[in-house]
């Protein structure tokens, strides 16, 4: 067989491969490595004007000496003399300036929740694991598009920030600290120490310059007035886009039947037929809390089950944003 059908063929089973769903309670760094197969659909276009001072390669509505000409307009003074169309001036013998769509760049900023909380799944696999495998992909993506890609990743007590940059190397030690914090999940058991959402959103705002594009990944179980404080100041400034995780079992419970229950200290038996209603209500109160706080906002919001094959449903959204804008 020639080298190059040999390649070929290497290649296609590599990406077979890395369609396959995640499973299991923790993530496998060498999964999460090729998925860079599966980034190539993925645009994350700007919804929002970039802020950023620096040339880049997302076009913007900016006007100014970029390289896409964007139209001709009557001169106006401080213009630059260089950006005169003298076809057009001689031909109407009123000047004319030539305009360019301004390119600025956009770095972009994946924050993972691996907090305990996040370490439950009851089908297919955690929810840390999902946060994994959309935060893996969303930085290929960006890679693939030549954008500078950072992160924020934390759990109850410890946070590890990857300034962005525009680089392999950086992209995968951020892969590499998502590997570590989630080997490092255990059973949940509460710290007397833990930080809250709004803690590492109020850290985020230290890190995320003007123009970023933030992609928070959570299940935003303890979203409170205090995140939607930090969350506004930082859309004043930045594009955010929201993917809380779920499970269905968070959903919903199983009905008619005992549940055992532990907080990792003591456990209980509890009867779902009771409180069934109830729990359902409460999940669909957080959903519609986060829709409505999107929408109050102007985030992106992309919810994720566990039971969601990450690759296809990413595809399926950000690989049709360009057509929907």
């Given at each position: 067989?020639?080298?190059?059908?040999?390649?070929?063929?290497?290649?296609?089973?590599?990406?077979?491969?890395?369609?396959?769903?995640?499973?299991?309670?923790?993530?496998?760094?060498?999964?999460?490595?090729?998925?860079?197969?599966?980034?190539?659909?993925?645009?994350?276009?700007?919804?929002?004007?970039s802020?950023?001072?620096?040339?880049?390669?997302?076009?913007?509505?900016?006007?100014?000496?970029?390289?896409?000409?964007e139209?001709?307009?009557?001169?106006?003074?401080?213009?630059?003399?260089?950006?005169?169309?003298?076809?057009?001036?001689?031909?109407?013998q009123?000047?004319?300036?030539?305009?360019?769509r301004?390119?600025?760049?956009r770095?972009?900023?994946?924050v993972?929740?691996?907090?305990?909380?996040?370490?439950?799944g009851?089908?297919?696999?955690?929810?840390?694991?999902?946060?994994?495998?959309?935060?893996?992909?969303?930085?290929?993506?960006?890679?693939?598009?030549?954008?500078?890609?950072?992160?924020?990743?934390?759990?109850?007590v410890?946070?590890?920030?990857?300034?962005?940059?525009?680089?392999?190397?950086?992209?995968?030690?951020?892969?590499?600290?998502?590997?570590?914090?989630?080997?490092?999940?255990?059973?949940?058991?509460?710290?007397?120490?833990?930080?809250?959402?709004?803690?590492?959103?109020?850290?985020?705002?230290?890190?995320?310059?003007?123009?970023?594009?933030?992609?928070?990944?959570?299940?935003f179980?303890?979203?409170?007035?205090?995140?939607?404080?930090?969350?506004?100041?930082?859309?004043?400034?930045?594009?955010?886009?929201?993917?809380?995780?779920?499970?269905?079992?968070?959903?919903?419970?199983?009905?008619?039947?005992?549940?055992?229950?532990?907080?990792?200290?003591?456990?209980?038996?509890?009867?779902?037929?009771?409180?069934?209603?109830?729990?359902?209500?409460?999940?669909q109160?957080?959903?519609?809390?986060?829709?409505?706080?999107?929408?109050?906002?102007?985030?992106?919001?992309?919810?994720?089950?566990?039971?969601?094959?990450?690759?296809?449903?990413?595809?399926?959204?950000?690989?049709?944003?360009?057509?929907?804008?």
């Amino acid at each position: 067989m020639p080298t190059s059908a040999m390649s070929t063929t290497t290649t296609a089973t590599e990406q077979l491969q890395a369609l396959r769903a995640p499973t299991g309670p923790y993530v496998d760094l060498e999964a999460m490595i090729q998925l860079r197969f599966c980034a190539q659909d993925l645009d994350l276009s700007a919804r929002k004007l970039s802020q950023s001072l620096q040339a880049g390669q997302t076009r913007t509505r900016f006007r100014g000496r970029g390289m896409e000409f964007e139209e001709v307009r009557h001169y106006q003074a401080g213009d630059d003399i260089r950006s005169i169309d003298w076809r057009v001036t001689a031909r109407t013998q009123v000047p004319h300036t030539k305009l360019y769509r301004e390119e600025r760049e956009r770095p972009v900023l994946v924050v993972t929740d691996q907090r305990p909380a996040m370490f439950f799944g009851s089908q297919t696999c955690f929810k840390s694991v999902t946060a994994c495998y959309c935060a893996a992909l969303i930085a290929w993506a960006a890679l693939k598009n030549n954008d500078r890609i950072g992160g924020l990743i934390f759990n109850d007590v410890n946070e590890q920030d990857l300034r962005p940059k525009r680089s392999r190397h950086s992209l995968l030690a951020l892969l590499r600290g998502l590997h570590e914090f989630n080997q490092g999940l255990q059973s949940p058991l509460a710290e007397k120490a833990a930080q809250p959402l709004s803690q590492r959103l109020s850290d985020l705002r230290r890190i995320a310059k003007p123009g970023s594009a933030l992609f928070i990944i959570s299940d935003f179980h303890d979203l409170d007035e205090d995140c939607r404080e930090q969350l506004y100041q930082l859309s004043r400034h930045c594009e955010i886009t929201l993917l809380p995780i779920h499970d269905p079992l968070e959903a919903t419970l199983p009905t008619n039947k005992l549940l055992t229950v532990s907080d990792g200290v003591q456990r209980k038996q509890i009867d779902s037929s009771n409180s069934q209603a109830r729990y359902q209500a409460h999940f669909q109160q957080q959903q519609k809390n986060l829709k409505h706080l999107s929408g109050q906002l102007g985030l992106g919001l992309l919810p994720v089950s566990t039971t969601d094959n990450p690759i296809t449903l990413l595809q399926q959204q950000l690989g049709a944003r360009a057509c929907r804008r």
